[in-house]
């Protein structure tokens, strides 16, 4: 991977076991590497110049369509047990899973644009654990390790490194300028995220801290306009980006050319996107 590769600009620890490989020197050949015991278990494809084959990012769906067959169901037999993903119709026309030989191939596509956004390859052990389609399953249930109280920040941390880099990829794709990170911006979101935790409140409105705004102006965030996006349960970093895309409102936010930072805050799979556009000088 390295000959081919390079060294990686950093290396992130993942929710599921395995160590994400970052390759973000070149937004046009951005690729996230999965390695578990010196092994490559996934690979995350996003930036366009990156060889994605047998597809090609940018490519539109009727043409891939044309060329693979688009299965509802995936049967996968190991170590003694079956394994079943059903995928449902908006699975089958947004985010399919295609075999090749021995690994799998889960396809984002960008429903707006039609095209092809991004691909993670990924072997079946490791598809298993993520479960990112429904599952129906005879056997042993595989399952990731569970992650130690002491790994959770440094696995969010780098979850919202990813985040941020994934969305700043989008919109230099959509001709529009990247954001800045704000640390402060950062923490806001951070607290958003961990307060949905702790309540199990999924809302832009917090009971205890109010709307955004209110948020903002408690951390003395200075800005002229904000807009937040929100997620949960969502299996990394990829998986929420590309969903944020695919949803209107979200998108609009993500994609806005107001926005000139954002804050990022990730806390046990509550996510949060914090746009602001600073007061200019």
């Known amino acids: 991977m390295e000959q081919l590769l390079g060294k990686p600009a950093r290396i992130d620890p993942s929710y599921y076991g395995y160590k994400w490989y970052i390759y973000n020197a070149e937004y046009d050949q951005y690729v996230q590497v999965g390695v578990e015991d010196n092994k ?7 930036g366009k110049d990156i060889d994605a ?4 990012i940018g490519q539109p769906i009727e043409k891939i369509f044309s060329t693979v067959f688009i299965e509802t169901n995936i049967n996968i037999d190991l170590d003694n047990s079956s394994y079943r993903f059903e995928l449902n119709d908006t699975d089958v026309n947004m985010r399919p899973l295609i075999q ?12 707006f644009t ?6 993670r390859f990924i072997d079946p052990s490791t598809l298993i654990k993520q479960r990112p389609y429904e599952l129906v399953y005879r056997g042993e249930l595989l399952e990731p390790k569970p992650i130690l109280e002491t790994e959770w920040d440094a696995i969010e941390k780098a979850t919202e490194r990813q985040i941020f880099d994934l969305t700043n990829i989008l919109r230099i794709r959509h001709k529009l300028e990247p954001v800045l990170w704000d640390d402060e911006t950062s ?13 199990t409140n999924f809302s832009h409105t917090s009971e205890k801290y109010g709307e955004l705004s209110d948020r903002l102006k408690t ?3 200075v800005y002229q306009l904000a807009g937040e996006n929100i997620a949960a349960n969502y299996i990394d970093a990829p998986a929420v980006v590309e969903g944020w895309l695919n949803s209107k409102g979200h998108r609009e936010t993500l994609l806005s050319e107001e926005y000139t930072h954002l804050g990022v805050g990730v806390y046990h799979k509550y996510y949060t996107q914090n746009f602001i556009q600073k007061w200019e000088e």
Do not use: R
Not at 40 to 46: A, K, L, R
Not at 53 to 56: L, T
Not at 114 to 119: A, F, N, P
């Open 114 to 119: 039609g095209k092809l956004s991004s691909v």
């Open 219 to 221: 951390a003395n965030v």
């Open 100 to 111: 090749l030989d021995n690994i799998f191939a889960e396809l984002y596509f960008d429903k």
């Open 187 to 199: 923490k806001v979101a951070l607290g958003h995220s961990k307060d949905m935790f702790e309540t």
């Open 40 to 46: 490559v278990v996934t690979i995350y494809v996003i």
């Open 53 to 56: 084959a047998p597809f090609k």
